[in-house]
């Protein structure tokens, strides 16, 4: 079953800056991205710094207004939802933050905070909130008497599981996981990357999950879906996608992750920089930094469409079919 679907959402940002200062186009930031998530898979949101990955993220969520767009959670059009029954959503869809010290606040113990968020939804109050708050330090791997402790008083990794916790408190259906490693060490991803599939198992829990490391989303994805520049490039399932990537942007990307196969496709160099999404190229947005031999143009003055390349890949590229499909060896 369907949770979340999300149809042509769109967010530009006036551009510009200073009272005086000559505004130009709309930066946009994410520009007519539709995607669904069923119902306990873990979609993976991949992409460079900059292609619109978290400030999608911040749209499904409402905590950004789109410029246009609808989003749609278990059959609610979210962009209508006030009041109490806004409140409502908060409660079934939350978020864990990208740096585990910067999304707690340094004055409140860890326990206050689980606390709050128990208060704020009347899930517990009392001894029956003390039980809660217990009950979740032991589901993220921390001890009861982890509730006195405040944030500076923790590693990073144990700052992150207060944060998993803090998500979990208020009994979530979906969970926006952003970029939740990438801020801990190596040795630590691990151990925080098995705790949140232990979680999604025992509580049924759909995520969200943006990263830019495909390291990390091959560990966690069902499905994969490709941003660049605030559109959406290929999306499908994660097996098919490493295996043979039908955009030459995911090629370039998965050409990246280290392998310890000898003898694999080589790297996929990038040709310039990405865009400003102020002044987007003409056509498909990647055509500038596309490795592709026949780019043309065709490529520089229509941009491409979302559409079946094989499999059950979508990809946006006029070349998926004419060979651009990917080098052997991928997976």
Same mark, same amino acid.
């Given at each position: 079953?369907?949770?979340?679907?999300?149809?042509?959402?769109?967010?530009?940002? &006036?551009?510009?800056?200073?009272?005086?200062?000559?505004?130009?186009?709309?930066?946009?930031?994410?520009?007519?991205?539709?995607?669904?998530?069923?119902?306990?898979?873990?979609?993976?949101?991949?992409?460079?710094?900059?292609?619109?990955?978290?400030?999608?993220?911040?749209?499904?969520?409402?905590?950004?207004?789109?410029?246009?767009?609808?989003?749609?959670?278990?059959?609610?059009?979210?962009?209508?939802?006030?009041?109490?029954?806004?409140?409502?959503?908060?409660?079934?869809?939350?978020?864990?933050?990208?740096?585990?010290? =910067?999304?707690?606040?340094?004055?409140?113990? !860890?326990?206050?905070?689980?606390?709050?968020?128990?208060?704020?939804?009347?899930?517990?109050?009392?001894?029956?909130?003390?039980?809660?708050?217990?009950?979740?330090?032991?589901? !993220?791997?921390? @001890?009861?008497?982890?509730?006195?402790?405040?944030?500076?008083?923790?590693?990073?990794?144990?700052?992150?599981?207060?944060?998993?916790?803090?998500?979990?408190?208020?009994?979530?259906?979906?969970?926006?996981?952003?970029?939740?490693?990438?801020?801990?060490?190596?040795?630590?991803?691990?151990?925080?990357?098995?705790?949140?599939?232990?979680?999604?198992?025992?509580?049924?829990?759909?995520?969200?999950?943006?990263?830019?490391?495909?390291?990390?989303?091959? @560990?966690?994805?069902?499905?994969?879906? !490709?941003?660049?520049?605030?559109?959406?490039?290929?999306?499908?399932?994660?097996?098919?996608?490493?295996?043979?990537?039908?955009?030459?942007?995911?090629?370039?990307?998965?050409?990246? !992750? &280290?392998?310890?196969?000898? =003898?694999? #496709?080589?790297?996929?160099?990038?040709?310039?920089?990405?865009?400003? &999404?102020?002044?987007? #190229?003409?056509?498909?947005?990647?055509?500038?930094?596309?490795?592709?031999?026949?780019?043309?143009?065709?490529?520089?003055?229509?941009?491409?469409?979302?559409?079946?390349?094989?499999?059950?890949?979508?990809?946006?590229?006029?070349?998926?079919?004419?060979?651009?499909?990917?080098?052997?060896?991928?997976?």
């Amino acid at each position: 079953m369907t949770l979340l679907t999300v149809e042509g959402l769109t967010k530009h940002f &006036p551009s510009g800056g200073g009272m005086f200062a000559r505004r130009g186009d709309p930066i946009r930031a994410v520009d007519g991205v539709s995607f669904e998530i069923r119902r306990g898979e873990t979609l993976a949101l991949v992409g460079e710094s900059g292609s619109g990955k978290t400030t999608l993220a911040r749209l499904v969520l409402r905590l950004l207004e789109p410029t246009a767009g609808r989003i749609s959670f278990d059959g609610e059009d979210v962009l209508a939802l006030e009041g109490p029954e806004l409140k409502r959503f908060r409660r079934r869809a939350q978020i864990i933050f990208q740096d585990p010290f =910067g999304s707690l606040n340094p004055r409140m113990s !860890v326990g206050g905070m689980l606390r709050e968020a128990l208060a704020v939804h009347e899930l517990a109050q009392g001894d029956g909130a003390k039980r809660r708050i217990a009950e979740l330090l032991d589901a !993220v791997g921390l @001890q009861a008497d982890d509730a006195f402790k405040y944030p500076h008083q923790f590693s990073g990794g144990q700052r992150q599981r207060a944060g998993i916790a803090r998500a979990l408190a208020v009994e979530p259906e979906f969970i926006v996981a952003d970029e939740p490693v990438s801020a801990l060490d190596v040795s630590v991803q691990a151990q925080v990357l098995n705790l949140l599939a232990d979680l999604q198992d025992r509580f049924d829990l759909t995520y969200l999950f943006i990263s830019h490391d495909l390291s990390v989303v091959r @560990q966690v994805a069902d499905r994969v879906t !490709v941003m660049y520049l605030g559109a959406i490039v290929e999306l499908g399932p994660a097996d098919e996608i490493f295996r043979a990537p039908r955009h030459p942007y995911t090629q370039a990307l998965l050409s990246a !992750v &280290p392998t310890p196969r000898a =003898g694999g #496709p080589g790297r996929i160099p990038l040709k310039g920089e990405v865009a400003s &999404p102020a002044e987007p #190229p003409t056509g498909c947005p990647f055509h500038p930094r596309c490795h592709h031999p026949d780019v043309d143009d065709i490529c520089r003055a229509r941009q491409p469409r979302l559409e079946p390349s094989g499999g059950a890949v979508l990809a946006a590229c006029h070349k998926v079919g004419a060979g651009a499909g990917a080098p052997s060896g991928q997976g």
